[in-house]
């Protein structure tokens, strides 16, 4: 049986440590997720995961239920993000390539290239989107996300989600174009999904 938010969230503010382990362990990939897709480098997303939990263990008395305890450590994750983007004034624009990705260190070099120019075209037009845009879009396709969850994250109504997923493909997919017309016959908004989802 699986526990719920409310009696997690009294035991680790009772101070039980297996509960908070229990947080960590269920909530942890998506944070790394979320945290990797905005500052684009696994060590720093690395260094988020470690410190959104210690504030989260800290401050665990500032969740009021109003959410799931899932969409509020998202959401400290994503402040933390912009908090920390803010301090380093300018990021890291490598390219980061997918963990889920299997099969990369078997490619071959111009699979490896074409997948570099890839990540780096993405990363390119991403940096294009507004803050709103680009954080609704690296919530949905790297946090997976539903548009319920991404509202209230963003604290915005679920259609104004909606609205901003689709401006922000279409603009990606623009921007893209010029890339994906070398890349090969695939189709533009075929690549372009894909690029999105592989490396957003």
Same mark, same amino acid.
């Given at each position: 049986?699986?526990?719920?938010?409310?009696?997690?969230?009294?035991?680790?503010?009772?101070?039980?440590?297996?509960?908070?382990?229990?947080?960590?362990?269920?909530?942890?990939?998506?944070?790394?997720? /979320?945290?990797?897709?905005?500052?684009?480098?696994?060590?720093?997303?690395?260094?988020? +995961?470690?410190? +959104?939990?210690?504030?989260?263990?800290?401050?665990?008395?500032?969740?009021?239920?109003? &959410?799931?305890?899932?969409?509020?450590?998202?959401?400290?994750?994503?402040?933390?993000? =912009?908090?920390?983007?803010?301090?380093?004034? &300018?990021?890291?624009?490598?390219? +980061?390539?997918?963990?889920?990705?299997?099969?990369?260190?078997?490619? &071959?070099?111009?699979?490896?290239?074409?997948?570099?120019?890839?990540?780096?075209?993405?990363?390119?037009?991403?940096?294009?989107?507004?803050?709103?845009?680009?954080?609704?879009?690296?919530?949905?396709? =790297?946090?997976?996300?539903?548009?319920?969850? =991404?509202?209230?994250?963003?604290?915005?109504?679920? !259609?104004? /989600?909606?609205?901003?997923?689709?401006?922000?493909?279409?603009?990606?997919?623009?921007?893209?174009?010029?890339?994906?017309?070398?890349? !090969?016959?695939? &189709?533009?908004?075929?690549?372009?999904?894909?690029?999105?989802?592989?490396? +957003?």
């Amino acid at each position: 049986m699986e526990i719920s938010d409310s009696e997690l969230v009294d035991r680790v503010r009772a101070g039980d440590r297996k509960a908070f382990r229990y947080v960590y362990d269920r909530n942890r990939e998506r944070v790394y997720r /979320v945290a990797l897709g905005m500052l684009r480098n696994p060590e720093d997303a690395m260094d988020a +995961v470690q410190e +959104v939990f210690c504030r989260v263990h800290n401050r665990m008395a500032d969740f009021k239920g109003e &959410s799931a305890l899932s969409t509020w450590l998202v959401r400290v994750t994503v402040n933390h993000c =912009i908090d920390k983007k803010r301090r380093q004034k &300018s990021w890291d624009n490598r390219f +980061v390539a997918d963990p889920d990705v299997e099969g990369v260190s078997d490619a &071959s070099p111009e699979r490896l290239l074409s997948e570099a120019q890839m990540g780096a075209a993405v990363q390119d037009a991403l940096a294009e989107l507004g803050d709103d845009h680009r954080t609704a879009i690296q919530l949905r396709e =790297i946090g997976g996300l539903s548009y319920d969850e =991404i509202a209230a994250v963003m604290g915005c109504p679920k !259609g104004t /989600v909606m609205s901003r997923l689709h401006h922000a493909r279409k603009k990606l997919q623009l921007l893209l174009i010029p890339f994906l017309e070398e890349a !090969g016959p695939k &189709s533009l908004l075929d690549r372009a999904g894909d690029g999105v989802r592989r490396r +957003v």
